[in-house]
């Protein structure tokens, strides 16, 4: 949906600008080849470093910086994308989501990285035990999270036909565990 909307607007722009057909799929292909460039560049800005700074933070020469900042994502290494990562001063996360695992499987993935990220929350909580507005902005962004998490999952069981139990499930049967084996990613720190 989000794609076709932004296609849309690209089309609309080159219409408007007298453009054909075929420049304005030009124009949107390009962007949609510099998602991550833009990305990059997008956090570079909201840090308030210039390209000079980054270049500084990775050790290589400005004019690197700029050719990465000019290139598509396709044309970026790895390791070039976690030093200008890095030199941001932000994580980078990544996932490798097995699309050929059941949804079910892949949705406990996502639970477990979203109980890891509250667990340090809760230790950075633990940690200010002197600062009370911490540790209630905490509190109230972790129930946040609840009542988030609970709102979208009734709106996606709406549609379904109710479940009946004889009995309800044990706890033991609404486990999770079967996913930490399965579970890929991986998070580097800067």
Do not use: W
Not at 17 to 43: D, F, H, N
Not at 156 to 173: K, Q, V, Y
């Amino acid at each position: 949906m989000k794609k076709a909307k932004e296609e849309g607007a690209v089309n609309a722009l080159a219409a408007e600008l007298g453009c054909e057909k075929e420049t304005a799929e030009l124009v949107y292909k390009r962007i949609q080849a510099r998602r991550l460039v833009k990305m990059l560049m997008s956090e570079r800005v909201r840090h308030n470093l210039s390209q000079k700074e980054i270049a500084a933070k990775m050790d290589c020469s400005e004019s690197k910086i700029s050719r990465m900042e000019s290139s598509n994502d396709v044309d970026l290494n790895f390791g070039d994308i976690l030093a200008y990562v890095r030199a941001t001063g932000i994580n980078i996360s990544i996932m490798l989501d097995d699309s050929t695992l059941p949804n079910a499987t892949r949705i406990k993935h996502c639970v477990l990285v979203i109980a890891s990220m509250l667990r340090h929350l809760t230790d950075l909580a633990k940690e200010e035990d002197e600062d009370d507005s911490i540790r209630n902005a905490i509190n109230k962004f972790q129930v946040e999270v609840l009542m988030n998490f609970l709102i979208k999952y009734q709106e996606s069981g709406a549609a379904l036909p109710p479940i009946r139990f004889d009995e309800p499930p044990s706890i033991g049967e609404l486990h999770i565990a079967g996913a930490q084996n399965a579970l890929r990613g991986a998070s580097v720190a800067p």
